[in-house]
């Protein structure tokens, strides 16, 4: 039996894909600058500077004014545009009553996912949250899971990462973790990394675990 349970937050916590496309797009608005949705879209999941490395070619905008431009955008509307998944907190209540102890592991920032948590009110959830910073790298390198398991106190064996894109596979695998996979949207398709389980709802997990 596992013992943590761990998240992915956007994607698979948090409906907030089309926000993220949105804010780069109206950063690139802001600056004049066109952006390729689809470029954006395909990379969620990686750090903020793979994205940026994907969406923009070299020397054509300044990196660190598009990332000021684009924070404030997401500061002023995230509130208003990002939504927790309807199957998210029925599926919280099911494994914190049969004793798991559950975490979020993302390329995010820290702050950012506390900041998710708590306005969606997730936070009593979770013990263990981990997200990108100093010598701390995003997926799909292992990091952020791997810290997780260690703050958890757990082994890898008796873990598990919960996620909605090839990203979170692949570095839920370089943690030596077993990896499910909820299937949210198109980018969901996993050809280069196999799963464990696959479920269309977190509530399957219910089943699962």
Request: proline share 4%; hydrophobic share 40%.
């Amino acid at each position: 039996m596992k013992k943590l349970v761990l998240f992915d937050l956007d994607g698979t916590l948090v409906d907030s894909e089309d926000f993220i496309v949105w804010s780069f797009l109206e950063a690139g608005r802001g600056l004049g600058v066109e952006v390729n949705p689809e470029r954006v879209r395909r990379m969620i999941g990686y750090p903020l500077d793979s994205v940026l490395g994907e969406v923009f070619e070299p020397g054509s905008i300044d990196l660190e004014e598009f990332k000021r431009v684009r924070r404030r955008i997401v500061e002023e509307n995230w509130r208003s545009m990002v939504r927790i998944f309807p199957d998210v907190l029925e599926t919280l209540e099911y494994l914190k009553g049969k004793g798991y102890i559950l975490g979020v592991a993302s390329s995010s920032v820290t702050s950012r996912i506390n900041a998710f948590l708590e306005f969606f009110r997730l936070k009593e959830f979770f013990q263990v949250v981990s997200g990108v910073g100093e010598g701390v790298r995003g997926k799909p390198e292992p990091d952020v899971i791997l810290r997780a398991v260690a703050r958890a106190g757990v082994s890898p064996r008796d873990a598990v990462y919960v996620g909605d894109r090839v990203v979170d596979c692949i570095a839920s695998r370089g943690a030596e973790v077993d990896f499910i996979l909820v299937e949210r949207s198109t980018y969901s398709s996993i050809t280069e990394c196999e799963p464990v389980s696959t479920v269309k709802s977190l509530k399957e997990l219910t089943r699962l675990l």
